[in-house]
């Protein structure tokens, strides 16, 4: 249909640009087309020239790459390029692909192979808590700071949307007042893209094994008083950088369940405390530890996410799962019974870290905590095995 398309006016814009990121796209939404029916995306949206990001990807067969420079089809000069690091030695990119942020700046993104070198070995393990005062809390204590980019910009934001909202529509001062709302929206995704690369780098870099906990951004924002915080956090972010440079460098990371009380166990006894409002930076157990939240509910994490590995359960709940209200772990105890555990001694707590990975389970979307008895039984190793 692409050569009909052409021949007509109102696309006639199509015949301006070569015909290989055309076709490109058709490909692409061949792929997004075989997603939904595969059942594995939602159905294609549809894209504007206007507003959606401006891209064109190319093949070999449209760009040439010669001694370092970059030429596409239908330009007579190499392209300007400032580069952001250089290509992997003896590499030829295979596929070009250009694109234009809302901000105005022009991206050129190259595909090509590249081996990663696993970090060497450690054998660390540490816990992370996600938090708003303090971005992460590690289980060793440490605090990184949250550097709230958002709040930093915030008024310079405001006031250029104000400017945006008085321009006419369609005007050209509307175009020139809604390129600088949008730089500065680019200059806080920036700082905040900057530093969480730091962050996970540094962490995945110092530890063999990672846990975080599986948090639901999407219902977590659903609270008005904290949805511009949590997404200034960008906790959804961290976690995919961990999980690919996981991946990359040969490091584990283990997410646990969201329904884990990180925050209201003792981990130093294991008794669960009945409530932790927000509110509470500090407290005391019944057992005498005095715990600052965070660092606790660090120091759960990494306690739950080593059980989960020691049992060798299902230790990533599948994406489906928030969605469809399946089983995320598996239930493979039959003799479970419902309830909150309280749990006194240090045994206790073992065993009910234990339970963990066999006896959790998701009942549609509402979570219910289901755990086995505390005493471990051969059932219990044989569950585990
Ligand atoms: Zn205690």
Request: aromatic content about 6%; charged content about 25%.
């Amino acid at each position: 249909m692409l050569t009909t398309w052409k021949r007509t006016e109102e696309l006639a814009f199509l015949n301006e640009v070569s015909s290989v990121p055309l076709q490109q796209t058709l490909r692409h939404l061949q792929g997004a087309f075989a997603a939904f029916f595969d059942r594995r995306a939602r159905y294609p949206r549809f894209k504007s020239k206007r507003k959606s990001r401006a891209s064109a990807e190319f093949t070999p067969s449209a760009f040439r790459w010669r001694d370092g420079r970059l030429t596409l089809a239908k330009m007579a000069e190499p392209l300007n390029v400032v580069w952001s690091r250089p290509l992997p030695d003896g590499q030829a990119p295979s596929t070009v692909t250009v694109s234009r942020d809302a901000a105005g700046r022009w991206w050129v993104s190259l595909l090509c192979e590249d081996a990663i070198e696993p970090f060497p070995a450690s054998g660390n393990a540490v816990g992370v808590d996600a938090g708003l005062n303090h971005l992460v809390t590690l289980s060793t204590g440490e605090k990184v700071a949250n550097p709230r980019h958002e709040r930093a910009d915030r008024d310079r934001l405001a006031r250029a949307q104000r400017e945006l909202a008085r321009k006419d529509k369609g005007s050209a001062n509307r175009a020139k007042a809604r390129l600088k709302v949008a730089r500065i929206h680019a200059r806080i995704a920036d700082r905040r893209r900057d530093h969480l690369h730091k962050l996970t780098t540094r962490l995945v870099r110092e530890n063999q094994t990672l846990v975080i906990e599986d948090l639901t951004v999407r219902n977590m924002v659903k609270n008005h008083a904290l949805a511009r915080a949590i997404s200034d956090a960008a906790w959804r972010e961290m976690r995919s950088m961990l999980e690919y440079k996981a991946d990359w460098y040969g490091r584990d990371l283990v997410v646990i369940d969201r329904w884990y009380p990180s925050s209201k166990l003792c981990s130093s006894c294991g008794a669960l405390a009945e409530k932790m409002p927000l509110s509470v930076r500090a407290w005391r157990c019944r057992c005498g530890t005095v715990h600052d939240r965070d660092v606790n509910a660090a120091r759960n994490i990494l306690a739950a996410g080593l059980a989960v590995t020691a049992c060798g359960a299902a230790v990533r709940p599948q994406r489906e799962s928030s969605r469809t209200g399946q089983l995320a772990v598996k239930q493979e105890h039959p003799r479970a019974t419902k309830g909150i555990p309280t749990l006194q001694g240090r045994e206790k707590c073992q065993s009910y870290l234990y339970d963990l990975c066999v006896g959790w389970t998701y009942s549609n979307s509402r979570a219910s905590l289901w755990r086995t008895g505390c005493a471990p039984s051969p059932a219990h190793s044989q569950a585990a095995t």
